[in-house]
């Protein structure tokens, strides 16, 4: 199935169930009257509550199909801790190629009116030692270092 159509038959079964939920009497109660739900519009003039999680924002993505779609958010870009600040309390290397790749889905993603949800993740590993795992926890002793890093990427 093109990207697209899971995307839109995903948003369709997830409104069904909410007004499912929503519209369904409550146990006995006094007021027996009619039950208002509701649901927000789903129009292609309204932009909408609804967002994606794509992988990219590029034509050979999908992009063409999450714009069809009607939905306003996007998730699709990670700021990878790890590749911006490689070494601890070293400069920020904003020039990475996943740095790039991000502001350019940035671009992207206000050049069509989408709001963007930025992941950030990744964490270098001495921000993570003594944990080994490559998704480890960031350890409690650096969470300054991880503050300081959100403040850098939030001023960029």
Same mark, same amino acid.
């Given at each position: %199935?093109?990207? +697209?159509?899971? @995307?839109?038959? =995903? $948003?369709? /079964? ?7 939920? /929503?519209?369904?009497? +409550? ?24 967002? $994606? ?5 590029? &034509?050979?993505? =999908? ?8 939905a306003s958010w996007v998730r699709a870009s990670s700021?990878?801790?790890?590749? *911006?600040?490689?070494?601890?309390? =070293?400069?920020? +290397?904003?020039?990475? &190629? ?7 889905? %940035? $671009?992207?993603?206000?050049? @069509?009116?989408?709001?963007? /949800?930025? *992941?950030?993740?990744?964490s270098p590993t001495w921000a993570t030692a003594p ?8 350890? &409690? ?12 990427? /939030?001023?960029?």
């Amino acid at each position: %199935m093109p990207f +697209h159509k899971c @995307h839109l038959f =995903g $948003l369709i /079964i997830a409104a069904l169930l909410l007004a499912g939920a /929503i519209g369904r009497p +409550h146990a006995a109660t006094a007021d027996t009257g009619p039950y208002t739900v509701y649901l927000p519009a789903v129009s292609a003039q309204i932009p909408t509550i609804f967002g $994606l999680d794509a992988t990219c924002l590029t &034509p050979e993505r =999908g992009l063409d199909g999450l714009l069809a779609s009607g939905a306003s958010w996007v998730r699709a870009s990670s700021l990878f801790w790890r590749d *911006v600040e490689p070494a601890e309390g =070293g400069e920020y +290397h904003w020039d990475a &190629p996943s740095v790039q790749i991000l502001e350019q889905e %940035m $671009l992207t993603a206000s050049a @069509h009116g989408l709001k963007l /949800i930025v *992941v950030i993740r990744a964490s270098p590993t001495w921000a993570t030692a003594p944990y080994q795992a490559a998704c480890a926890q960031i350890n &409690p002793a650096e969470y300054a270092r991880f503050a300081a890093f959100l403040a850098a990427a /939030i001023d960029r």
